[in-house]
């Protein structure tokens, strides 16, 4: 049996007929971009505080923390979006959960899609703060007190400087994950673009023409995504501090 190719099929009417499936595919692409940014905002925002929390001398506070990133990176991501859809309503108060059954699309699907990623990443990206603090020399957390800084001054000024430096790298990695994880987000209804393929795919039946339009789209936001940290991680780099020299004892 031969495949029947059709590249024109992205200038042809969609499904909805008012957009071309082209038009389709960059309205899913708009919806993955906006669930990834929204999710890591949470997730740089609540992981940088669980990860500064489980590196405190509070023992209390550590354990909390640690049983955060415990739980939310060991329940996969796939569960999670179905408790914050189909279970989170249920178990509220009547009129909150009624009110968010009531939500109409595609918001009834973004908002939990933003909530699952967003805590699901969080807990990678306390992990990757807290190893980017306990990288640094105890020195300057010594030093940072010697001046007569508090410790939230210490962290503040001192550590989280210095420690988002060291886990630019990873959290390119993990920005690019979030990006690609949005995809999971189909299986709650959210049309995004790994959606809209599918659903390109099912209305034409050119699956190859869909998924690789997709394909190459993701590679290219990825790309794009590389690029950009890059950029910023030589804009904020300190000279002799990553690199050979630290290896050296630079500081």
Same mark, same amino acid.
């Given at each position: 049996?031969?495949?029947?190719?059709?590249?024109?099929?992205? !200038?042809?009417?969609?499904?909805? %007929?008012?957009?071309?499936?082209?038009?389709?595919?960059?309205?899913?692409?708009?919806?993955? /971009?906006?669930?990834?940014?929204?999710?890591?905002?949470?997730?740089?925002?609540?992981?940088?505080?669980?990860?500064?929390?489980?590196?405190?001398?509070?023992?209390?506070?550590?354990?909390?923390?640690?049983?955060?990133? +415990? =739980?939310? #990176?060991?329940?996969?991501?796939?569960?999670?979006?179905?408790? !914050?859809?189909?279970?989170? $309503? +249920?178990?509220? @108060?009547?009129?909150? %959960?009624? !009110?968010?059954?009531?939500?109409? @699309? $595609?918001?009834?699907?973004?908002?939990?899609?933003?909530?699952?990623? %967003?805590?699901?990443?969080?807990?990678?990206?306390?992990?990757?703060?807290?190893?980017?603090?306990?990288?640094? $020399?105890?020195?300057?957390?010594?030093?940072?007190?010697?001046?007569?800084?508090?410790?939230?001054?210490?962290? #503040?000024?001192?550590?989280?400087?210095?420690?988002?430096?060291? =886990? /630019? @790298?990873?959290?390119?990695? +993990?920005?690019?994950?979030?990006?690609?994880?949005?995809?999971?987000?189909?299986?709650?209804?959210?049309?995004?673009?790994?959606?809209?393929?599918?659903? &390109?795919?099912?209305?034409?039946?050119?699956?190859? +023409?869909?998924?690789?339009?997709?394909?190459?789209?993701?590679?290219?936001?990825?790309?794009?995504?590389?690029?950009? &940290?890059? !950029?910023?991680?030589?804009?904020?780099?300190? @000279?002799?501090?990553?690199?050979?020299?630290?290896? %050296?004892?630079?500081?």
């Amino acid at each position: 049996m031969n495949y029947n190719w059709n590249w024109r099929i992205f !200038w042809e009417v969609s499904a909805d %007929g008012h957009n071309t499936w082209m038009m389709t595919l960059i309205h899913g692409l708009g919806w993955t /971009l906006a669930t990834s940014l929204c999710a890591a905002i949470i997730a740089l925002l609540l992981g940088s505080i669980i990860g500064v929390i489980r590196t405190t001398p509070n023992r209390w506070a550590v354990r909390l923390g640690n049983g955060y990133v +415990e =739980i939310f #990176r060991n329940i996969p991501l796939l569960v999670q979006l179905f408790l !914050w859809f189909f279970v989170l $309503p +249920e178990v509220l @108060p009547k009129a909150f %959960g009624d !009110w968010i059954k009531g939500m109409t @699309p $595609p918001w009834a699907s973004f908002v939990p899609a933003v909530i699952g990623l %967003g805590l699901f990443t969080s807990a990678r990206v306390a992990e990757q703060v807290r190893a980017g603090i306990q990288a640094l $020399p105890r020195g300057q957390l010594l030093a940072g007190t010697a001046m007569g800084l508090t410790l939230p001054q210490v962290y #503040r000024y001192v550590l989280m400087p210095m420690a988002f430096r060291i =886990i /630019l @790298p990873p959290l390119t990695s +993990e920005t690019m994950n979030l990006i690609k994880n949005s995809s999971v987000a189909l299986t709650i209804g959210l049309i995004e673009l790994t959606a809209a393929a599918r659903s &390109m795919q099912e209305f034409t039946f050119q699956v190859f +023409e869909a998924f690789t339009a997709a394909t190459v789209i993701y590679i290219i936001v990825n790309l794009i995504v590389v690029t950009v &940290m890059r !950029w910023v991680e030589k804009r904020v780099s300190v @000279p002799g501090f990553i690199g050979p020299a630290v290896a %050296g004892g630079a500081h």
